[in-house]
């Protein structure tokens, strides 16, 4: 049984460039959350998508999107990036109606 | 919002020695608490959690407690082993259509052989 999948496994950009990421729900696993990890810090709560909705979301501005496809896989897009965007990028999937589940390897994205 | 502290940000125990990493929260509507484990280069590891209505709970050498009251709980790690080395994050959550976690600073735990 697969557990969360996300592509790509590095990332370098450009500041002002966009980025997006990937993930791939567990399977049996509905909802799909995003964090921010920063070097040496806990993760972040971005938002969480939900029957392809933005269901909530935390403190980040809106060049931070994201989109749910039907089969519950996710895509988090950032616009503008600025160096302080650079950070481990973490999915995490869950059941409907649970808090925390499985999260993936993440995404390293470093912006120069 | 809800703000998780953890202590300490550093440990470091000699194997077979037991390890304690200690969170506090602010939101009383907290009621989910997991902790995660996370090695280099991997995501975060789920490897225990105690919902609001229990005071303690076990899985082998982990155990965690809640103290709802003082608004904290804690890890407990027994017979520590070299593998056991990582970082450890606390979490919370109030679950009820707010199922965000909110995360410590994390724990580098080092067990020396």
């Known amino acids: 049984d697969a557990g969360v999948t996300q592509s790509p496994t590095h990332l370098i950009k450009t500041r002002g460039q966009q980025v997006t990421l990937r993930c791939s729900p567990k399977?049996?696993?509905?909802?799909v959350s995003w964090y921010q990890q920063a070097l040496g810090q806990g993760p972040q709560f971005i938002f969480q998508?939900?029957?392809?909705?933005?269901?909530q979301r935390g403190n980040f501005p809106d060049r931070f999107s994201g989109h749910q496809f039907p089969n519950y896989s996710s895509e988090l897009n950032v616009n503008a990036l600025l160096l302080g965007d650079s950070a481990l990028y973490l999915c995490a999937s869950t059941p409907t109606g649970t808090s925390g589940g499985a999260f993936g390897p993440g995404t390293r994205l470093t912006v120069l | 919002g809800e703000n998780v502290e953890q202590h300490p940000s550093t440990l470091s125990v000699q194997e077979g020695d037991s390890a304690v990493i200690k969170c506090t929260y602010s939101d009383s509507a907290s009621n989910y608490f997991p902790w995660y484990k996370q090695e280099l280069g991997k995501g975060p590891q789920l490897i225990i959690d105690?919902?609001?209505?229990?005071g303690e709970k076990k899985d082998q050498r982990i155990a965690v407690t809640l103290n709802k009251t003082a608004k904290h709980f804690s890890l407990h790690i027994t017979e520590t082993q070299p593998e056991d080395s990582a970082v450890y994050f606390c979490?919370?959550?109030?679950?009820?259509?707010?199922?965000?976690?909110?995360f410590g600073a994390g724990t580098t735990v080092t067990v020396r052989a």
């Open positions: 105690i919902r609001s209505n229990v």
């Open positions: 998508y939900y029957e392809e909705e933005e269901r």
């Open positions: 399977s049996g696993h509905d909802t």
């Open positions: 979490a919370a959550s109030r679950g009820s259509n707010d199922y965000k976690l909110s």
